[in-house]
């Protein structure tokens, strides 16, 4: 791998020779004055800085001379981009390959994150080095370029972007995706290379605020809307014989379509005209992009086939329950669950968040209570139902198979249900039956209230807390 970077390296210093011409007589004298800076952390000086660039005009006003140090194994760079990203990026990078430090012009492909070289190199190095661990880059670059398809005029308005990494050995194909290690900071607005006269607002490369609203709305979505919905109709069924459970069951998953489809949509619009939807470099990108398709198709398809379900009795309905509450529903609420993780998990990477106050950390110890708590609850009543011969609560995959080995006789619906009498001289008639009278909440129900009472009280303050770091970082 060393031997094919120094290969590359000696190609581009001839390439770099062949375009001598269009450098400056002389470079940025060692005690230059930079006209504007961005330096990490902000306020920095010298050795404390974990990243500094200086930016001015040359003597020959034709170019401008930029200096870049830092602490860094791999790489540092600055581009200029029309957007805040990656993508469309002119990019000027000062590597250490081997021992050898060397700058090079990049670019940054359109809708995507790949980074190429240039295959007009038209930097003009001044002075390469590398010392204790900080690398440094002193060079310069016309003004007007004419290379309009990978390099950018430098008397335009453009978001700077700055990075680096102190990955060991890192290579020049970490620039094409990097996250956690490396440390991306973009410009709080556009700045002119050429004009700029004060130090650079940067900060950490944020997200679309589009995008925060998907990721709070996902939230609502499935760790409280969904989840909620079908927690009640499992655990409170048997306390509310009046079918109360369907109503808020029905209520609280429709919201959730509703919001989900929102969130979906603004996914799509947030990324309209900027890097595409997804990267292709990045796995975790396509696994949340392709399980949030997946996702999203079966919760539009549950409520369809919930339309044309069975009545309660008729002796396929454990066929329906079985794809539309066990299959579909169970299955797309810990594909949905699974996703949210997998979202968070790429919102804390752009921000590198590794503490246990990021959105993540909360949304994982939500997902360990809920584990435990329905884990909890469902170990406690099949006990019961061993030791007392009661049906065991919840939905059994095992049913259908029981109802295979042991079918029912069709049960009549209510219309069908005749009660034939004789009377005293032997007559037959036919009397409708009477109304059964009303099934009683079950005996556990306030232990199934003070079970659900608990899951709001654990599950509202930290699904608040992960939409209000998602908003606030």
Same mark, same amino acid.
């Given at each position: 791998?060393?031997?094919?970077?120094?290969?590359?390296?000696?190609?581009?210093?001839?390439?770099?020779?062949?375009?001598?011409?269009?450098?400056p007589?002389n470079?940025?004298?060692?005690?230059?004055?930079?006209?504007f800076?961005?330096?990490?952390?902000?306020?920095?000086?010298?050795?404390?800085?974990?990243?500094?660039?200086g930016?001015?005009?040359?003597e020959?006003?034709?170019?401008?001379? @930029?200096?870049?140090?830092?602490k860094?194994?791999?790489?540092?760079?600055?581009?200029y981009?029309?957007?805040?990203g990656?993508p469309?990026?002119?990019?000027?990078?000062c590597a250490?390959i081997?021992?050898?430090?060397?700058?090079?012009?990049?670019y940054?492909?359109?809708?995507?994150?790949s980074?190429?070289?240039?295959?007009?190199?038209?930097?003009?190095?001044?002075?390469?080095?590398?010392v204790n661990?900080?690398?440094r880059c002193?060079?310069?670059?016309?003004?007007?370029?004419?290379?309009?398809?990978?390099?950018?005029? &430098?008397?335009?308005?453009?978001?700077q972007?700055?990075?680096?990494?102190?990955?060991?050995?890192?290579?020049?194909?970490?620039?094409?995706?990097?996250?956690?290690i490396?440390t991306?900071?973009?410009?709080?607005?556009?700045?002119?290379p050429?004009?700029?006269?004060?130090?650079?607002?940067?900060?950490m490369?944020?997200?679309?605020?589009?995008?925060?609203?998907?990721?709070?709305?996902?939230?609502?979505?499935?760790?409280?809307?969904?989840?909620?919905?079908?927690?009640?109709a499992?655990w409170?069924?048997?306390a509310?014989?009046?079918?109360?459970? @369907?109503?808020?069951?029905?209520?609280?998953?429709?919201?959730?379509?509703?919001?989900?489809c929102v969130?979906f &949509?603004?996914? @799509?619009?947030?990324?309209r005209?900027?890097?595409?939807l997804?990267?292709f470099?990045?796995?975790t990108?396509?696994?949340?992009?392709?399980?949030?398709?997946?996702?999203?198709?079966?919760?539009?398809?549950?409520?369809?086939i919930?339309?044309?379900?069975?009545?309660?009795?008729?002796?396929?309905r454990?066929l329906?329950?079985?794809?539309?509450?066990?299959?579909?529903? &169970?299955?797309?609420?810990?594909?949905?669950l699974?996703?949210v993780?997998?979202g968070?998990?790429?919102?804390g990477?752009? &921000?590198?968040?590794?503490?246990?106050?990021?959105?993540?950390?909360?949304?994982?110890?939500?997902?360990?209570?809920?584990?435990?708590?329905?884990?909890?609850?469902?170990?406690?009543?099949?006990?019961?139902?061993?030791?007392?011969?009661?049906?065991?609560?919840?939905?059994?995959?095992l049913?259908?198979?029981?109802?295979?080995?042991?079918?029912?006789?069709?049960?009549?619906?209510?219309?069908?249900?005749?009660?034939?009498?004789?009377?005293?001289?032997?007559?037959?008639?036919?009397?409708?039956?009477?109304?059964?009278?009303?099934?009683?909440?079950?005996?556990?129900?306030?232990?199934?209230?003070?079970?659900?009472?608990i899951?709001?009280?654990?599950?509202?303050p930290?699904?608040?807390?992960v939409?209000?770091?998602?908003?606030?970082?």
């Amino acid at each position: 791998l060393h031997l094919m970077m120094l290969t590359v390296v000696c190609l581009l210093l001839v390439l770099s020779s062949a375009s001598a011409a269009n450098c400056p007589t002389n470079g940025p004298p060692s005690n230059a004055t930079w006209r504007f800076t961005t330096s990490f952390p902000p306020g920095c000086n010298g050795t404390a800085c974990s990243y500094f660039l200086g930016v001015r005009t040359n003597e020959d006003a034709q170019f401008l001379d @930029f200096m870049m140090e830092g602490k860094a194994d791999g790489w540092i760079a600055v581009g200029y981009t029309p957007n805040p990203g990656m993508p469309d990026a002119d990019v000027f990078v000062c590597a250490l390959i081997g021992a050898q430090v060397t700058i090079l012009d990049t670019y940054d492909i359109p809708n995507t994150y790949s980074n190429v070289v240039d295959s007009s190199q038209d930097l003009c190095p001044s002075n390469m080095s590398s010392v204790n661990g900080r690398i440094r880059c002193v060079f310069s670059r016309a003004i007007k370029t004419n290379d309009m398809v990978q390099d950018k005029d &430098l008397n335009q308005s453009y978001y700077q972007l700055n990075g680096w990494t102190d990955a060991p050995g890192s290579s020049l194909t970490l620039i094409a995706y990097h996250s956690r290690i490396s440390t991306p900071m973009v410009s709080t607005s556009k700045l002119n290379p050429t004009t700029a006269v004060s130090a650079v607002s940067a900060g950490m490369a944020s997200w679309d605020p589009l995008i925060r609203a998907h990721g709070i709305l996902m939230i609502v979505t499935w760790p409280v809307l969904a989840v909620t919905g079908i927690f009640f109709a499992a655990w409170m069924k048997p306390a509310l014989p009046k079918a109360e459970w @369907f109503q808020v069951h029905r209520v609280l998953l429709l919201a959730s379509l509703f919001l989900g489809c929102v969130a979906f &949509l603004l996914a @799509f619009v947030a990324k309209r005209g900027t890097r595409g939807l997804v990267s292709f470099v990045d796995p975790t990108t396509i696994a949340h992009f392709a399980i949030g398709i997946i996702v999203m198709a079966l919760h539009i398809l549950n409520p369809i086939i919930s339309a044309f379900r069975c009545i309660p009795t008729h002796p396929r309905r454990w066929l329906f329950n079985l794809v539309h509450g066990t299959f579909i529903g &169970l299955g797309v609420e810990l594909l949905a669950l699974t996703n949210v993780g997998i979202g968070l998990a790429l919102f804390g990477s752009r &921000l590198n968040l590794v503490t246990v106050a990021s959105p993540l950390a909360v949304y994982l110890a939500y997902v360990a209570f809920l584990m435990t708590l329905i884990g909890a609850l469902f170990f406690i009543y099949t006990v019961i139902a061993i030791t007392t011969g009661s049906p065991p609560l919840g939905p059994s995959v095992l049913k259908p198979l029981l109802a295979l080995i042991a079918p029912s006789s069709p049960v009549p619906t209510k219309t069908e249900v005749v009660i034939e009498l004789a009377d005293k001289d032997g007559v037959d008639t036919k009397t409708p039956p009477e109304k059964p009278p009303a099934k009683p909440p079950s005996k556990d129900a306030p232990l199934r209230w003070a079970g659900f009472a608990i899951f709001l009280v654990v599950m509202v303050p930290l699904m608040l807390a992960v939409i209000i770091l998602i908003a606030a970082l």
